[in-house]
């Protein structure tokens, strides 16, 4: 037994150091995990923007669904209704993979050609297709081509229904390649909400660059506000202003962007940044005229080709529709801004 005694006590010193160097690597293990598991934790978000895609779900859903996982994004989805009846189980993965999904018609027509119970009946049915697949029915409807009117915001305000059109169009419908897709998500502002669409390469293929531009701006992707149709926290909450808007009567900044453009007609976007409450003076050139209105009341000029947008509670961008009539290269031009 003297002989073995020795053997056995450095056997046992051996196995108590071998025993330590696993614990240390099994805890260190268990540090990384903690570290790499919630990459998002760290990020500081001093404003929150609206990632959006139209047009699902598609046979692409659930490799778009990886994509914004693997970079910690949450959407806003506009299905279309016809698609979520024929693939339930693909709505249903949009929202297990945390997003939002929202009303974007039945079958993508052009909605201002329909009466108001046709719009009704379009609406509703897709809402009803939602709730069916995720069991929530949407709170946001976003018009197809961005065409909408006073009688198309009112139906879907009458269904529970916010309507959201966009400030950055990412132009991938467009085939814009994915350098040109994030170099358009770049302009995205806190607050503001951008165009994509669900079943395109280039699209997920941006997202990654995407998400790297907007951390750098310490922006982080947010929901939709059903009250102000603006991008918000994802438990909704608004944060603090970062600038004190000027007094009532001070001058405000108003930035237009030709967001679609069709062969008789094209949509304007109008952000509005410096004031919260806002009157601003657009003048179009004849014999272009402005069809249809969205988020701004708005009063003309004698001649027509002078309108007057003022904020009404819908946040700090508008839009409108101008028919071409012949001239297609001209485009609205801002005269001013004025805040209160």
Known sequence: MSRLFP????????????????ATAVAMCGVVLAATSTPSSAATCNGYVGLTFDD?????????????????????????????????????????????????????????????????????QTSSAIQSATGSRPVLFRPPYGETNSTLQSVASSLGMRQVIWDVDSQDWNGASVSQIVANASRLQAGQVILMHDGIQNTRDAIPQIMANLTSRNLCPGMISPSTGRAVAPDGTTPPPTTTPPPAGGNCTATAATTNVWGDRYNTSVTVSGASTWTVVVAITSPQRISTVWNGTASWDSSGTVMTMRSNGSGNTFGFTTMTNGNSSARPQIRSCTSG
């Open 56 to 124: 699902g779900p598609t046979g692409s859903t659930s490799a778009l669904l990886n994509v914004l996982r693997a970079n910690g994004v949450r959407a806003t989805m506009f299905n279309v209704g016809q698609n979520v009846q024929n693939n339930q189980s693909a709505a249903q993965a949009q929202v297990s993979a945390g997003m939002w999904v929202a009303n974007h018609s039945w079958n993508h027509a052009h909605m201002t050609s329909m009466s108001q119970a046709q719009m009704q009946s379009d609406l509703s």
């Open 7 to 22: 053997r056995t006590a450095l056997w046992s010193r051996r196995l108590r150091a071998a025993l330590a160097v696993l």
